[in-house]
Antibody, heavy 120, light 110 residues
Framework: QVQLVESGGGVVQSGGSLRLSCVVS????????MHWVRQAPGKGLEWVAV????????FYADSVKGRFAISRDNSKYTLYLQLNNLRSQDTAVYYC?????????????WGQGTTVTVSS | QSALTQPASVSGSPRQSITISCTET?????????FAWYQQHPGKVPELLIF???KRPSGVSHRFSASKSGNTASLTISGLQPEDEAHYYC??????????FGGGTKVTVL
């Protein structure tokens, strides 16, 4: 079955960096767009970024544009999110989410998430 | 960035039907009409309920249905059950290449 396993979360100081990873299995990764979605403590879902199957194009939420970078290694079935210049408001659970078969349908299967805590 | 507005909470008694609205508050969705709905139980991962406005993935109960009229998408839960207590989020693609979520609606079964 489809599985997505995130890692790389942790506690980082304001202004610091982290790299999140998401290893997937159970589907043809190299044919699917992939998303990152985050959820701050006690808050709703916030879409972060999407990457096309071959790595381009990418799109970002305005709140992270210029600070975060989404990438993928199709040979390793792995999705990444590089988080730079982190702020306290970036504290959240970050979910790796498989894109639907139809690009515009958005997201279907979610990973368990990895927690990022930005301390000031 | 475009916004989708949902009521903060909706409640109903067992076996009743409830409807959650999701209203576009900007024109950034353009001609795109790709609404989805997700269910998230407390402490759990979100799950896809509806895609492409009104389609259910296999395994999702027929008690969940959805539609769109004008600038408002709606999710209806029929025959409300205790296990339907959760947060529900709408989502849509926008013409800037981004996706957007509504603020979420907490459903309480009285």
């Amino acid at each position: 079955q489809v599985q997505l396993v995130e890692s790389g979360g942790g506690v980082v100081q304001s202004g610091g960096s982290l790299r999140l990873s998401c290893v997937v299995s159970g589907f043809a990764f190299n044919y699917q767009s992939m998303h990152w979605v985050r959820q701050a403590p006690g808050k709703g879902l916030e879409w972060v970024a999407v990457i096309s199957p071959d790595g381009s194009p990418e799109f970002y939420a305005d709140s992270v544009k210029g600070r975060f970078a989404i990438s993928r290694d199709n040979s390793k079935y792995t999705l990444y999110l590089q988080l730079n210049n982190l702020r306290s408001q970036d504290t959240a659970v970050y979910y790796c989410v498989k894109g639907s078969n139809h690009y515009y349908y958005g997201m279907d299967v979610w990973g368990q998430g990895t927690t990022v805590t930005v301390s000031s | 960035q475009s916004a989708l507005t949902q009521p903060a909470s909706v409640s109903g008694s067992p076996r009743q039907s409830i409807t959650i609205s999701c209203t576009e508050t900007s024109s950034d969705l353009g001609d795109y009409n790709y609404f989805a709905w997700y269910q998230q139980h407390p402490g759990k991962v979100p799950e896809l309920l509806i895609f492409d406005v009104d389609k259910r993935p296999s395994g999702v109960s027929h008690r969940f249905s959805a539609s769109k009229s004008g600038n408002t998408a709606s999710l209806t839960i029929s025959g409300l059950q205790p296990e339907d207590e959760a947060h529900y989020y709408c989502s849509s693609y926008t013409d800037s290449g981004q996706w957007v979520f509504g603020g979420g609606t907490k459903v309480t079964v009285l």
